[in-house]
């Protein structure tokens, strides 16, 4: 859905198609888009390595704010990241499910798996909080 979504609204932003998600013993796998480029944190730990260890003078100084500018640019780029992803409308009608449309699968359930469909988040909510299934 974000796949999409992203490309129809020309955004900056990518996020790989998923073709398919797999379970072959207790290994899990997801077949997707590969997306060239760094992640965030190897660009973060990138720049810790290449900043220059000081002595001070004022070509230190501007190594220094070069360093702090590239963080902060990372660092945006990972906010638009997240603010494009946040924007995406739900589809009405859609419901909490795993991406395969089966069952929410998560530590919190037991057997990791939750006991029913959810209609809607108001529904685990009340089951997370209550214990009460909805």
Do not use: W
């Amino acid at each position: 859905m974000a796949y999409r979504e992203l490309i129809r609204r020309d955004s900056l932003v990518r996020a790989p198609a998923v073709y398919y998600a797999f379970q072959c013993n207790y290994t899990k796998y997801i077949v997707m888009d590969h997306i060239l480029g760094k992640t965030a944190e190897d660009a973060l730990n990138e720049l810790s390595r290449c900043q220059a260890k000081g002595s001070g003078d004022e070509a230190q100084k501007t190594k220094q704010d070069n360093h702090q500018e590239d963080i902060t640019t990372i660092l945006e780029k990972v906010a638009l990241g997240l603010s494009e992803l946040h924007s995406i409308p739900i589809p009405s009608g859609a419901r909490p499910a795993a991406v395969s449309g089966g069952p929410i699968r998560q530590y919190l359930f037991d057997g990791h798996e939750a006991p029913i469909h959810y209609e809607n988040v108001g529904d685990i909510e009340m089951h997370l909080h209550t214990g009460y299934f909805p």
